[in-house]
């Protein structure tokens, strides 16, 4: 029994991890271990192999693309990490009111689905509590009738995820089941989804759709290793309503376009820093303000404004050429008087469709205490894009300009880091110095996001710039799962609702635009922040960005919590904080620490928060919070500020 078990998973994983071949002709791994024509190699070859030209998945006949993500959408190629590209049939892609269908060719470049993705399925009349999948509030939860596997290695590994459904939909009986993993999934790695014993609203048991049950009666090879790979967990095939695979995309293909625009400038600048100029001098305070522009190498198509897209047209891996340059505008606000100590320098990353501007408060109040604060837009989703984005939620194939035009915006930001701590970069400046010259910048910096500046700073973050420390505040990461949480929202909701008037594209669009999405935000790149320290402050119950989105980001950042983190009672959650070990204070190690300010705990649906007040921008107002951010900023140490009770500032 157990031996001859073990034996089979591990066939079973070898089938479905083996890379892509296309029908053995390139002759890759087609040696070596002389398996027959039924071994592994030979499954995967047919695992891996591309369905038929446009094929939808039957297997959820509630719409094409579902189950999703899948492994039925991709086609093999020996040219990208993970051996294959996704794959979208083109007449399954959601189509909007003119029924003009999302072209995915900008999809079908990844080489996997996202780290972030959100899992989807229909089932009708499903009773999730019943069924005993389990809930937001209890990860840890359910009765083991939901299983997520990692396959890797002949290792089977168990990912921790929670189910909901659909709050939105219109037809709670039709509502999709959302099945949304704790923390990212891990780069390059095949997933196999299982659900069974499922049980109807009315007490029935669940069947397998008929597209599934024929996959059952006569089993292809990737249906036989999904099989065997819940058979593994003890499952029997018997009890399977519902399964599927999926592989997410590799980390060159993730990070691999702005990897390469960073490579190719830090190449070109070397010691150096961009050409800048001062526009603008003024003082404020104990605030030198200082604005200016600095060049930066275009890799965007025409100018590089709002609707830009990457110059990549046909290389197969999305890696664009750069051509000519651009300006970025900056913002920095300087300790006039830094009475001979020179300031660490804060990179400030703007809140929802901002502005650089809106580093005027907290950097008036920085060079207060000795800190300097340089902005710039965060191009993509600043105020000048908001026309285009706009535009693109009327057909949804122009999203791809906000991801290009994000990873732009990053290596502005790591080119200002740049210019902060080079001596060839802001120091040679007068506006920069002190009367007698002295550089009034110490050349050190961090990075501090707010709100969507939390969301989006993991990714220059991530690359070899110029800093290490990371302060992402009310941030998280997977706009997918954000998007129905946020208040934020709300205002978007109706042109995307009058673009895309089916239910079911409405609950899937989220998903399909994090493919795109991620290349600009947290999800893409939390896995590379290796080394780096990040602090990471959540508001309880924010109504802008929910906290799963914050405590997934903890858990794929490994990051402890302060404990105790909220007063007994407050959370919704069995266990709150679920997978986060606690983090003791002072520590130098980052970590996530919350911030009760009263509000009622986030609902348990994918729904706003809107009850109390949101505390989203609350935190720029608590000095026991600015502490923290300083004592990290200067010496990368988390104090304890709240005298071990939790911390609040409620009223």
């Known amino acids: 029994g157990m031996r001859r078990s073990v034996v089979v998973v591990a066939v079973a994983m070898a089938v479905l991890v083996a890379a892509c071949s296309d029908g053995g002709s390139s002759g890759d791994g087609a040696s070596g271990d002389g398996a027959g024509a039924d071994g592994p190699i030979a499954a995967s070859s047919v695992l891996r192999q591309a369905p038929a030209a446009g094929a939808c998945d039957d297997t959820d006949p509630a719409a094409c693309l579902l189950p999703w993500p899948n492994d039925r959408f991709v086609r093999a190629d020996g040219d ?71 396959v890797q290695d002949g290792v089977a590994l168990s990912t921790p995820v929670w189910a909901e459904l659909d709050a939105n939909a219109p037809d709670p009986s039709t509502a999709p089941l959302l099945i949304v993993p704790a923390q990212a999934l891990r780069e390059g790695r095949t997933y196999v989804v299982g659900l069974r014993n499922l049980v109807r609203a009315d007490g029935s048991e669940v069947v397998p759709s008929p597209g599934f049950q024929a996959q059952l009666d006569d089993p292809d090879e990737r249906t036989r290793a999904m099989l065997d790979v819940l058979l593994g967990q003890g499952w029997d095939p018997d009890e399977v309503d519902v399964a599927w695979s999926f592989t997410v995309g590799s980390a060159d293909d993730l ?172 120091a040679t400046d007068p506006a920069f110095q002190g009367p007698d010259g002295q550089p009034l910048l110490s050349g050190s910096v961090a990075y501090l996001g707010a709100s969507q ?12 710039g110029d800093w290490d420390r990371v302060i992402l505040a009310v941030g998280g990461m997977g706009y997918n799962t954000l998007l129905r949480r946020s208040i934020d929202f709300d205002e978007f909701l109706p042109a995307l609702e009058a673009a895309y008037p089916d239910p079911l594209d409405q609950a899937m669009l989220p998903d399909l635009l994090e493919q795109l999405w991620q290349r600009g935000e947290n999800a893409a790149y939390a896995q590379q922040l290796g080394d780096r320290t990040v602090f990471l402050l959540e508001a309880f119950g924010d109504h802008q960005v929910a906290n799963v989105a914050t405590e997934r980001l903890a858990r ?27 983090l003791e204070l002072p520590s130098e190690h980052g970590g996530l620490v919350v911030w009760d300010f009263g509000t009622p705990a986030p609902p348990v649906e994918n729904v706003p928060n809107r009850a109390g007040d949101d505390p989203h921008g609350k935190l720029a107002d608590v000095p026991e919070a600015l502490t923290m951010v300083l004592s990290f900023v200067l010496d990368g140490v988390l104090p304890e500020v709240c005298d071990g009770e939790p911390c609040s500032s409620a009223g």
């Open 556 to 582: 794929t950042l490994r990051v402890g919590v302060r404990q105790p983190a909220l007063a007994e009672g407050r959370s919704n959650d069995v266990a709150p904080f679920w997978g986060l070990e606690p």
């Open 453 to 464: 500046g939390g969301i989006l700073g993991g990714a220059p973050s991530a690359m070899d």
């Open 80 to 150: 990208a990490a993970t051996g294959r590209r996704l794959d979208l049939p083109s007449d399954g892609m959601p189509a909007n009111a003119e029924g003009t269908r999302i072209d995915p060719a900008e999809w079908d470049r990844n080489d996997g689905f996202s780290p972030a993705s959100q899992l989807i399925t229909v089932v009708e009349d499903l009773d999730p509590e019943a069924s005993g999948l389990p809930p937001v509030t209890d990860i840890a939860g359910g009765d083991g009738n939901l299983a997520l596997i990692e």
């Open 255 to 426: 990070s691999g376009r702005l990897r390469h625009m960073w490579a190719e400038t830090a190449d070109e600048v070397g010691e150096g820093a961009s050409a800048f100029t001062v526009d603008e001098v003024s003082v404020e305070g104990s605030a030198r303000i200082v604005r200016g522009t600095f060049e930066m190498p275009k890799y965007l198509t025409g100018d590089g404004g709002p609707g830009a897209v990457l110059a990549n047209g046909d290389d197969p891996d999305g890696l664009p050429v750069a051509d000519g340059t651009m300006d970025a505008p900056y913002l920095c606000l300087v300790p006039d008087d830094t009475g001979g100590a020179e300031a660490p320098t804060v990179l400030y990353g703007h809140g929802l469709l901002g502005s650089r501007q809106e580093v005027m408060g907290l950097g008036s109040l920085g060079t207060t205490v000795g800190l300097a604060f340089c902005a710039l837009d965060f191009i993509g989703m600043s105020t000048e894009d908001v026309p285009v984005i706009v535009d693109a939620f009327g057909d949804l194939t122009a999203f791809r300009t906000v991801p290009d035009r994000l990873q732009q915006g990053h290596l502005g930001f790591l080119l200002l880091g740049r210019l902060v701590a080079s001596d060839a970069g802001f």
